[in-house]
């Protein structure tokens, strides 16, 4: 892809055609980003085996992401992973 550039054309389609789709009926659009970006890491992490993370805790993340997806509004900075949040 660096010596050849337009290889990665597709790719920069489909993450610019996956972003609008995502965007347009959200109400927090940067929440949006935030979790593309974070899947995206999650993905990249997960093809070179260079995680961090454990798989408990990549888990863990991956279902936070999921409970950040399907919220109506955004919440306030850091009260998602405070016990009784979403009760």
Do not use: F
Request: glycine letters at 4%; one cysteine or more; a negative charge.
């Amino acid at each position: 892809s660096a010596i050849t550039p337009s290889l990665l054309e597709p790719v920069r389609t489909m993450h610019q055609e996956t972003l609008q789709r995502l965007t347009e009926p959200a109400l927090h659009k940067p929440l949006v980003w935030v979790i593309m970006m974070a899947i995206d890491g999650l993905w990249l992490h997960d093809i070179l085996h260079t995680s961090p993370l454990s798989y408990e805790q990549r888990d863990q993340l991956r279902a936070e992401l999921l409970q950040l997806a399907t919220l109506t509004e955004c919440p306030p900075a850091g009260t998602l992973s405070q016990p009784g949040h979403r009760d």
